[in-house]
Structure formats: C-alpha cells, structure tokens
C-alpha cells in the first residue's frame, strides 16, 4: 500500500514540475540579469555540480546572471551548473530562465 502511494506521490510531483516549466517565460530582453553573456556562455555544455573553489586563493564565484553568491560557505549556494573548466557558473533559477535562449547543452 504505501509503495503504491509513493509512486503515485512522485508521478504527482513530476506532472506539477513540468507545469511549474511550462509556465516559465522567457526573460525579458530588458531582464536587468543580461550583460552580454552570449559571448561566452551561447551554446555551452553545462554541467550540474557541487561547487567546489577554484583555487586556494579563489574563494568563492558569482551566478553570471542574478550574481548569487556560490561558496562551500552556509548561506551561499552549493550547488548549479557550470562549464568544463568550473569557470562559469549559473544558479538553478538562472539556467531554467535561460538554457533554451542560451542553447546549453547539460552533461551528466
């Protein structure tokens, strides 16, 4: 019985988390988040990672759009998508409002 729940408690949350996608339009062209990324973020291939510094005296990084703060520090985020080198990185939030304009491409 309460595997049949759970199955059909998850069927639920993928329908609602496809909705709350379809919703999602696409930013503005006047979205206060846009400061010329394309020119090194089109058509990137991304990857959904903890974040992790980049080097003993570089700390932490920023979202290139929403400049959230990423750090393995409480309070900051953990966790999005970034490219190959770990250089760039993008929030979740972000990466919804943008991967189809952007084109990303995300591996695993």
Not at 17 to 28: H, I, L, T
Request: net charge negative.
């Amino acid at each position: 019985m309460v595997a049949h729940f759970s199955g059909w408690f998850d069927g639920a949350k993928k329908i609602e988390r496809r909705k709350m996608s379809e919703q999602r339009q696409r930013p503005a062209s006047d979205d206060w988040r846009r400061n010329g990324q394309e020119e090194h973020l089109l058509g990137r291939r991304l990857f959904f990672k903890q974040y992790r510094r980049y080097s003993e005296t570089w700390e932490h990084d920023h979202c290139e759009f929403c400049n959230a703060k990423f750090s393995e520090n409480d309070g900051d985020l953990h966790e999005g998508y970034t490219t190959e080198d770990n250089y760039y990185w993008i929030s979740t939030d972000c990466f919804e409002d943008f991967k189809d304009e952007f084109q990303w491409k995300v591996d695993e």
